[in-house]
């Protein structure tokens, strides 16, 4: 049976950056849609509760519509809001948290900070992922899809590491039994070319890091000024990495754990407060239940509770960080979905959502970070770690 052709306006964003439109009542979601936009769609996929269109033309164009910089973005799955300006997408990615906000965490009136600007809107990254396929293409996979698009560079990506693609792409041609593909001649990178995807790092380091640095310095000043510990605080920092947020913490805390299950960035971040002489941070490996179980069995006490964990949120730890009852939860979240799950289970637990603040960590993607703190409203009372 042939699918329907459609006309109709796109109304929103949905969490993915596809366009949304309704017809006869039903939810359509619509790739490099532009809200305002008016356009003919071809219905391309039928399910019960919404369906999928292709953009076929755009009849009447949003304001807030722009030109692609890209000339692979329309094939290449990395970015989805380049046909959008950038003011537009501060713009929806702040409704795509409230949004989630009023529709998970029932918060009807929810209100936000606006999005804070990135510095750059291109070349911000400092490490992007490349795939390759079996005929060797390499590049970025379609959206959707496992299907390479080769690519000749990154708009996204720091120019260092449009350099090292390129020097991949030509040592392939030439195979040799490692690649050397760093700019640092100091300390060159070497890549088996049987293991894929490969990592390409402006820098050499291991393990998690943000990927947009300059937006990064804010996020770590926004931690800093929801903790605002003081020298008596005992500051527990979940999912912690090799210590973004721990360092910073632990100049003006009393004591900072930080806790990862990941033991070579846990390893990374003890060498570095060796190094630096910072003896008041304990770091911990294991799943953060487990290390909290540990912390709550010695009798150790939170009074601020930083989190920052991966997209799926903190509902398998929410337990444990209960038993502490810490004072103030500072939340940073990549995923505005799982982030207002937890703000739900939070706000049972008498947490307040005292303010949520929105940046974008990631121009021209539908992707937005956020630090959000919570107050506890419980009376409790708080005893220090001695």
Avoid at 170 to 180: D, G, T
Avoid at 345 to 371: G, I
Wanted: hydrophobic share 35%.
């Amino acid at each position: 049976m042939e699918l329907p052709k459609i006309t109709v306006t796109i109304e929103k964003l949905n969490s993915e950056g596809e366009g949304l439109a309704r017809y006869l009542g039903k939810v359509i979601f619509i790739p490099w849609g532009v809200p305002g936009d008016v356009v003919s769609v071809q219905i391309e996929e039928e399910q019960k509760d919404y369906d999928r269109g292709r953009i076929l033309e755009i009849i009447q164009t949003s304001p807030d519509r722009a030109d692609p910089p890209c000339p692979w973005f329309f094939n290449c799955g990395g970015c989805q809001l380049q046909q959008m300006s950038y003011e537009a997408q501060l713009k929806w990615k702040k409704e795509i948290v409230l949004d989630a906000l009023r529709r998970i965490a029932k918060m009807p009136d929810a209100t936000i900070e606006e999005v804070i600007p990135s510095p750059k809107i291109l070349n911000y990254r400092n490490r992007i992922q490349i795939q390759r396929d079996r005929e060797g293409k390499i590049g970025f996979f379609k959206a959707q899809s496992h299907e390479i698009v080769e690519i000749e560079k990154c708009l996204i990506a720091d120019e260092m590491l449009n350099q090292k693609l390129h020097a991949l792409r030509e040592s392939l041609a030439n195979p040799k039994p490692e690649i050397q593909i760093s700019q640092s001649p100091a300390k060159p990178q070497a890549l088996n070319p049987d293991q894929w995807p490969l990592e390409l790092r402006v820098d050499d380091a291991s393990g998690f890091s943000q990927v947009n640095p300059d937006q990064n310095e804010k996020l770590v000043q926004l931690v800093l000024e929801m903790a605002d510990p003081k020298k008596t605080d005992q500051i527990f920092d979940l999912y912690c990495g090799s210590g973004n947020f721990t360092f910073p913490l632990a100049t003006r805390a009393g004591h900072v754990w930080g806790i990862d299950k990941n033991q070579e960035v846990i390893e990374e971040g003890k060498k570095k407060a060796k190094e630096s002489g910072m003896s008041n941070i304990s770091w911990k490996h294991g799943t953060t239940s487990r290390v909290l179980a540990q912390l709550k069995k010695s009798g150790f006490a939170c009074h601020t509770l930083v989190c920052d964990p991966p997209r799926r949120g903190i509902a398998e730890s929410l337990e444990w960080i209960m038993t502490f009852k810490p004072q103030k939860i500072i939340y940073v979240s990549c995923n505005p979905a799982t982030f207002a799950r937890d703000t739900l289970r939070l706000r049972s637990e008498k947490y307040r959502l005292d303010v949520c603040q929105p940046l974008d960590m990631f121009p021209q993607t539908a992707h937005v970070e956020l630090a959000a703190l919570f107050l506890c409203e419980a009376d409790v009372d708080f005893v220090k770690a001695a």
